[in-house]
C-alpha cells in the first residue's frame, strides 16, 4: 500500500513538473528573418544642383544601413588652358571649382523596416556623379546619380524666362507722336485752305 502511493506521488509530481516544459514548447516562436537580395536604387537619375534625390532600399535586414557617397567629375569648374595677350604672350589658366555652400554629408545611415525596406532623399550640394552605396554586413550594393548645374538666374517671375510686363512703354510715345503729326498735317491743310479762300476773296464783302 504504501509503495503504490509513493508510485502515485512520484507520477504526479513528474506530471506537474512536464506541464510548464510542455506549456513553453507550444507557444507560438517569433519567425526567423531571412534577408533577401539587398538592393538600392536611386530616382531620378538625373537632377539639377538644388533638387533631391529618392533612394529606396529593399531586401536588408531590419536595423541600420549606411550609406557612403562617392562624388567624381565636377561640371561646374571653370575649364583649364591658356589665353594669349595682345602682345603675343601667353598666360597659363587652372581650373577652379567654384564653392558650394553647405556641404552635403558623404556617409549617413537609415534604418530599414521590419519587412527590410527604407525611403530617404539626399539633396547634393555640388554637381558631378554621384555614387551611392548603402553598406549592411556582408550585404552591399550601389546606385548612382548625375548632378547637373542649376539653370541659370533668368529674369521675370521666379521659374519663368519672360520679361515681367510693366505696360507698353514703346507704344504710348508712338501714339501720343502719330497724334501729333496728325494735328500738324490738319493744321497745315486748314492754313492752305484759308489762304485760297483769301486769295480768291471768297467769303469777303
Given amino acids: ?37 539587398a538592393s538600392l536604387t536611386v530616382t531620378p537619375t538625373t537632377i539639377r544642383l538644388g ?10 535586414a531590419p536595423g541600420t544601413v549606411t550609406i557612403n557617397v562617392t562624388i567624381t567629375g565636377n ?9 594669349r ?21 558623404t556617409t549617413f545611415t537609415v534604418t530599414a523596416d521590419g519587412d527590410g525596406n527604407f525611403t530617404t532623399t539626399y539633396r547634393p550640394s555640388r554637381t558631378g556623379r554621384h555614387v551611392f552605396t548603402a553598406v549592411q554586413g556582408t550585404q552591399e550594393d550601389s546606385a548612382t546619380g548625375i548632378v547637373l548645374p542649376a539653370r541659370p538666374d533668368r ?13 507698353d512703354s514703346i507704344g504710348t510715345p508712338l501714339k501720343l507722336g502719330g497724334g501729333l503729326a496728325g494735328a500738324g498735317a490738319v493744321l497745315v491743310l486748314l492754313s492752305l485752305a484759308w489762304r485760297r479762300r483769301g486769295r480768291f476773296g471768297i467769303g469777303s464783302r
Fill in 85 to 105: 595677350r595682345n602682345d603675343g604672350s601667353a598666360v597659363a589658366m587652372t581650373a577652379v571649382a567654384y564653392q558650394q555652400p553647405q556641404s552635403a554629408p
Fill in 155 to 167: 529674369p521675370g517671375r521666379p521659374g519663368g524666362g519672360h520679361l515681367p510686363v510693366t505696360g
Fill in 51 to 60: 533638387e533631391t534625390f529618392t533612394l529606396r532600399g529593399e531586401g536588408w
Fill in 75 to 83: 561640371p561646374n569648374a571653370a575649364p583649364a588652358g591658356s589665353v
Fill in 1 to 37: 500500500m504504501r509503495l503504490s502511493r509513493i508510485f502515485m506521488a512520484l507520477t504526479v509530481g513528474l506530471a506537474v513538473a512536464a506541464v510548464p516544459t510542455a506549456a513553453g514548447a507550444a507557444q507560438p516562436q517569433p519567425p526567423v528573418y531571412t534577408p533577401g537580395e
